[in-house]
T-cell receptor
């Protein structure tokens, strides 16, 4: 079954304690992204990756790190979490658009990770 | 960072009514996407629009890519209870295949 998996689904932690949220996709997609969702703000992109070892900042990258060492995995790292990073996080993946077009293939989203930083 | 302006923020309608929501931006987008998010789940793509003026349907859903490339709307006809959820528009500029910008969402409630 084609899917994007995230772990953990729920996490409560304390300020300053480093954490990693894992994301994995089994569809051989080139593109992967991380979003955070907050009430009234919709989804805001944190980081995205267009291929292995290629990552770029989204709209709200401060306080986050990512890595893309393998095509299927795109972990989100919070080196020193703070309460304002309490949010619902989604990982997503999609195929690279055909050359010469901006046609975005269906972006598959993971089930979400609800993070609370105390 | 830039966001799309999506309206309305919420809607409470009776089953069978038609629904309309829209997104506007001060910038041009080359692709407009509409997603639906059910409670406790990630967004799912409903409709993708790639050309200015394009009108595309998916069952009871119809979406249009504005002529100016700065707006898009989504219509749902004859709403049913399972239409409940949050609807998001998203835009993509140029060849930035990974950099989606989302609207704030429209929360739809349907009364049976």
């Amino acid at each position: 079954e084609a899917q994007v998996t995230q772990n953990p689904r729920y996490l409560i932690t304390v300020t300053g304690k480093k954490l990693t949220v894992t994301c994995s996709q089994n569809m051989n997609h080139e593109y992967m992204s991380w979003y955070r969702q907050d009430p009234g703000l919709g989804l805001r992109q944190i980081y995205y990756s267009m291929n292995v070892e290629v990552t770029d900042k989204g709209d709200v990258p401060e306080g986050y790190k990512v890595s893309r060492k393998e095509k299927r995995n795109f972990p989100l790292i919070l080196e020193s979490p703070s309460p304002n990073q309490t949010s619902l996080y989604f990982c997503a993946s999609n195929r690279r658009p055909p050359s010469g077009t901006s046609h975005t293939d269906t972006q598959y989203f993971g089930p979400g990770t609800r993070l609370t930083v105390l | 960072g830039q966001q799309l302006n999506q309206s309305p923020q919420s809607m409470f309608i009776q089953e069978g009514e038609d629904v309309s929501m829209n997104c506007t931006s001060s910038s041009i987008f080359n692709t407009w996407l509409w997603y639906k998010q059910d409670p406790g789940e990630g967004p799912v793509l409903l409709i993708a629009l790639y050309k200015a003026g394009e009108l595309t349907s998916n069952g009871r859903l119809t979406a249009q890519f504005g002529i100016t490339r700065k707006d898009s709307f989504l219509n749902i006809s004859a709403s049913i209870p399972s239409d409940v959820g949050i609807y998001f528009c998203a835009g993509l500029r140029g060849n930035q295949g990974g950099k989606l910008i989302f609207g704030q969402g429209t929360e739809l409630s349907v009364k049976p």
